[in-house]
Every structure is written in C-alpha cells, then in structure tokens.
T-cell receptor, first 112, second 115 residues
C-alpha cells in the first residue's frame, strides 16, 4: 500500500450524519484521488486534486466534499446528501509521467 | 473519451497452468496502460505498465502483459499460475495527452486459481 495511509479501516455511522475519511501520503505526489468501490462496479472516481488548494469533481461527486489544504492530505467528507454511502472508499496519489497511481488500504464505510 | 473493457467477470485456472486476463481499451490517441491487483479488503497494488517501447511488458510476481495496438488490447498473462494469484485484477488506461491526469479503470476480473 506504499506511503498512503487511510483511517479508519472500518467506519460505522447513522443515516443523516456527515463523516470524514482521512487520507495522508508521504510520497511527495502532487495529485490525489478518491474512489468508491462497489461490488461488480469497479472503481468510480469521486474527486481528484492535481495541486494544493485545487480539486475537480469526478464522475460521482454528488453528496461528497473534499479539501486540499496541504500536499500530504486529501480528506473526503461523505455528507447526509449522499443517498447510498455504504461502500469501500479508496484514496490514491500519483506523481509525474506516466502517472501510475498508488493506493491506500481503503476505508469501509457502513451507514445504517 | 477513454474507456476500458474487461470482458470476463471471472477466470478460473488450475495451478501450474498459464493464465490470461483480458483487457481492451479505447482512447483517441496513444495510451498509457496499467494493471493492478486487489486482495480482499485491501487497496489496489500496481503490477505493471505500458508506456512505449516493447510490446511485452514484465511486472511484479511473474506477471507480464502484451500490448497489441491493432487489437487495442493489453492482456495480462502468467506462464504458471499459483493459488496465491487468486485476486481481483483491474486494467486501467490514460491518454498520453489530455485526459485530465485521470485513469479509467475496468470493472475488474476475479481470478480463481485452483489446486
């Protein structure tokens, strides 16, 4: 899992609560990413950031928010507006060309 | 837009036999191609990449992949499968130019290696 940490590994929340997932990297990578993984659907991009203080929506950004105040950190908030938040969330980072991404160990979020 | 297809949800192979996990891609220009492996409840691990040069790329754990531009394919191969190779495999693509520094992943292929 390289130099990317995600915490916690398992997270349980009640419906209607916002929850923030942590992602930290010590690889000195400029770009960071958040993916959601559901069985049979592969990885879907939520948000990504190519540089500090800048980020872009991915394919499924609704109900999520991010910040990028430091190069090492890219926290993801799952808001109460996300209709189906239970999933496995993966954070990744990448450096320069050819841009292969390195992944953290993931956080499994369960909302009941 | 770039896309990747992994046509097989699951591949079964006997230990010691060769294995192939298929991947086809679509990009408007030349591609960067990647293979990743995921074990249960873990993050994705990078296996290998194709950027340019030799069409046969060697990666970690004895895996290799063959880039075929005319067939727009990048199949993952291993000459002799191990039970420990059982995992979920993802192919990914990025265009050399544009693409917003994003990878597009396939839906994954579950590899099961049996004794």
């Amino acid at each position: 899992d390289g130099g990317i940490t995600q915490s916690p590994k398992y997270l349980f929340r009640k419906e209607g609560q916002n929850v923030t997932l942590s992602c930290e990297q010590n690889l000195n990578h400029d770009a960071m990413y958040w993916y959601r993984q559901d069985p049979g659907q592969g990885l879907r991009l939520i948000y990504y950031s190519q540089i500090v203080n800048d980020f872009q929506k991915g394919d499924i950004a609704e109900g999520y928010s991010v910040s990028r105040e430091k190069k090492e950190s890219f926290p993801l908030t799952v808001t109460s507006a996300q209709k189906n938040p239970t999933a496995f969330y993966l954070c990744a980072s990448s450096g320069t060309i050819p841009y292969e991404q390195y992944f953290g160990p993931g956080t499994r979020l369960t909302v009941t | 837009a770039q896309s990747v297809a992994q046509p097989e949800d699951q591949v079964n192979v006997a230990e010691g036999n060769p294995l192939t996990v298929k991947c086809t891609y679509s990009v408007s220009g030349n591609p960067y191609l990647f293979w990743y492996v995921q074990y249960p409840n873990r993050g994705l691990q990078f296996l290998l990449k194709y950027i340019t040069g030799d069409n046969l790329v060697k990666g970690s754990y004895g895996f290799e992949a063959e880039f075929n531009k005319s067939q727009t394919s990048f199949h993952l191969k291993k000459p002799s499968a191990l039970v420990s190779d059982s995992a979920l495999y993802f192919c990914a693509v990025r265009e050399l130019t544009g693409g917003g520094n994003k990878l597009t992943f396939g839906t994954g292929t579950q590899l099961k290696v049996e004794l």
